[in-house]
């Protein structure tokens, strides 16, 4: 299940949990109506109260595009595409825990981090390597060494760069499914 179908399905639990709701009750509470109407509503508020750092060494945040609404076969791409040349270092955006190393034919060599509130997950893609030592379970702290840009998975062998997106987690707090916020504002932000 892809990040939209994951956000498809978690509304449509919220959609059936509310008529099931009102079915049970004869008077149905208004504040029943008044409620968030998705768990993922709080995404872009807590995505700008994190103080990120620039994920690329010696990079600053000029020239920076927003290709988060870009088209890519079959889905938009809900990601930021940030060019750099292959072997520049790839730091960790924020603090938190490296929850997986996974290696996808789309992605290539990535990494999952939740950030400190578990509440955001950041995705790392195309990295030439992983930086010694990383692994799983590995609480990471902002600024820290973590790969290098490539051009693994799916990225055209001319073209490195690092592909980072950002997702706001459900309650099962599942690596890999949340819904994507764009993170570009808060890149424009990072230092
Ligand atoms: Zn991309």
């Known amino acids: 299940?892809?990040?939209?179908?994951?956000?498809?399905?978690?509304l449509w639990c919220v959609v059936a949990a509310g008529t099931m709701a009102q079915g049970a009750a004869s008077a149905p509470?208004?504040?029943?109506?008044?409620a968030p109407t998705s768990t993922f509503a709080d995404g872009p508020a807590l995505l700008?109260?994190?103080p990120l750092r620039f994920p690329i060494e010696g990079m600053t945040v000029d020239g920076l595009k927003d290709t988060f609404d870009d088209g890519r076969p079959g889905h938009r791409h809900e990601a930021l595409d940030i060019p750099a040349p292959r072997g520049t270092p790839v730091l960790a955006v924020d603090d938190g825990t490296l929850v997986r190393l996974f290696t996808s034919k789309?992605?290539?060599l990535?990494?999952?981090q939740f950030d400190p509130t578990e509440r955001l997950a950041y995705y790392?893609?195309?990295?030439?390597?992983?930086?010694?030592?990383l692994q799983e379970g590995k609480v990471l702290r902002r600024?820290?060494?973590i790969g290098y840009v490539g051009t693994t998975g799916n990225a055209p062998p001319e073209a490195p760069h690092l592909h980072f997106a950002v997702f706001r987690l459900g309650p099962e707090k599942q690596w890999w499914k949340g819904e994507a916020l764009n993170p570009y504002e808060a890149l424009r932000q990072a230092r």
Request: glycine share 10%; aromatic share 8%; hydrophobic share 45%.
């Open 124 to 133: 790392y893609a195309h990295l030439d390597r992983y930086a010694a030592g």
């Open 48 to 50: 700008a109260a994190r």
């Open 110 to 112: 990535t990494i999952y």
């Open 29 to 34: 509470s208004p504040a029943i109506s008044a």
């Open 143 to 145: 600024g820290d060494l």
């Open 106 to 108: 789309p992605g290539g």
């Open 1 to 10: 299940m892809n990040p939209r179908q994951a956000l498809v399905a978690a």
